[in-house]
């Protein structure tokens, strides 16, 4: 719903009601530029004997709408509405929160890094999109929690214990650079020797039962690897309002099991525990050694999170090759009565290289987000020298460039194309409001008597796409789909560059009214795209 024409599609209505048209009007964004919106209801009323009455009918009943300057008709029916400057004044500043009359109480799952391995570029996605859904539904009027859930409990931490014990490697000196070798080295040696494996099982047994000296072991690698994930995050600009893992849930993990079984909901396949019922096969919840699955320790963390607070609607932002795994998450959630809200796996597509394969380190290794920054921050030295400006706008690349496609698309990551000033770019975005920022600088603040009379081009489109803003925000909002806003940045930010290009402000020549007026416009696109760099998690830049 376009925002602000609740009275245009009442006025459509009680038109097409008088002739026994019964049926919703939408109105869309027009793709012309002498056209603001068009409606298509009467495109499949063309045979009818009285259309030629009924677009008169329209045509009187909307030149009595303040909203509406100009009514025309397609060759095809489609009804075309050129805005009035009533409207366009009107719709330049909303309250997004206020538009919102369904307010939730939402639990957002995103990050999901392992304390065994480096933050790596494959963790990009979950973290810019996870982090914008939430400041989308913060600005939204949402009640927003978010949680890391860390995966810092089961056989891969067993496995680098294991390797510690086998290798007799000294716990107390370990640093975080050693567990990026050490947890591939055990896995690959799990694989080819078994009495390792079951060591390594054994060990995830008695991490179960709490055994004391293993906790202790367990906590120093816990302690160094988020010690160090915290610090890469903190760098990328994101927080976390819990801060939970898989070793918060293992109390809740056994309840869950305990309590399908006193329901009669599980069934005991040789010491397996298998649900009944809900999919054929029967999905797994422990091994026959008691061990637990990634599926056991979510539904423990469901129940934590229902125990904890009280959530309308859980959101996991995770890859899409994990979709199966969450549709039977959501079904054994719901067969066992866990939890009543609505749950949603948010998935995404991969983050590529020029060869449309995973992006990897030009020797073929895991990209580490760490080394991804640098490599972004290096390239952004040869232009700027300015270390702590390169710092922002090097977030600024590595988010925008992964929110504009489409989350269910993959992406190519091209860093010379994102770091153009003159494309598609979070750059561009930055250089745009930056220019905002330095009017308004050397402006006065007074808003008095603004007089939006005869609007040249320029002016009307700034207005008009400044306008457009709810309409991208509640797509985004709705669909959990950043990259609706992140379009709408660019496209705001190309009109204002225009306007800004086309239209001076303090020089002599300019009246003091229009200096006012076009003040005001640059006034309301620089909160306009601030706006829109907070949904996107971007921070704003004070030069460039």
Known sequence: MIVGTNNIVKDIETVFKNYKIFEPVELTYSQYSNVDIQCNNLVK???NKRIEEIKTAIINKLQQNNLVENVSFAGNNFINLSLSKEYLIKNMSVNLSELNNDKKSILIDYGGPNIGKSLHVGHLRTLNIGRSIYKINEIAGNNVTSDIHLGDWGMPIALILAYIKKMKLRISKLK???LETIYPDATELADNDEDFYEEAKQISKKLNKKDAELIKEWKIIYDVSVE???KLLDKLGHRFDWFYGESDVVAEAKIVINEAKSKDKILDDNGAFLSKEI?????????????????TTDLGTVYFREKNADFDKYLYVVDQRQSNHFIQLFKTVKYFELSESDFTHISYGTVNGKDNKPLKTRDGGVYKLEELLDDVKAELLKKNKNEMLVEQLANSILTYSDLLPSRNQNYKFDIEKFVDINGKTGIYLQYAQVRAKKILDQSYKSNKNINYDNLNND????????SKLPYYFFNSLDRNEPHHLAEYGYNLSQIFNSFYTNNKIFSESVSEQDTSKRLSLVRSFYSTIHIVFDSLGIKPVDEM
């Open 45 to 47: 009323l063309s045979s």
């Open 176 to 178: 975080h650079t050693d």
């Open 228 to 230: 160090n994930i915290k």
């Open 279 to 295: 999919s054929d096969p029967p999905i797994l919840l422990t091994k026959s050694d008691g061990s637990y699955l990634y599926l």
């Open 459 to 466: 002016e009307r489109s700034l207005m008009f796409e400044i």
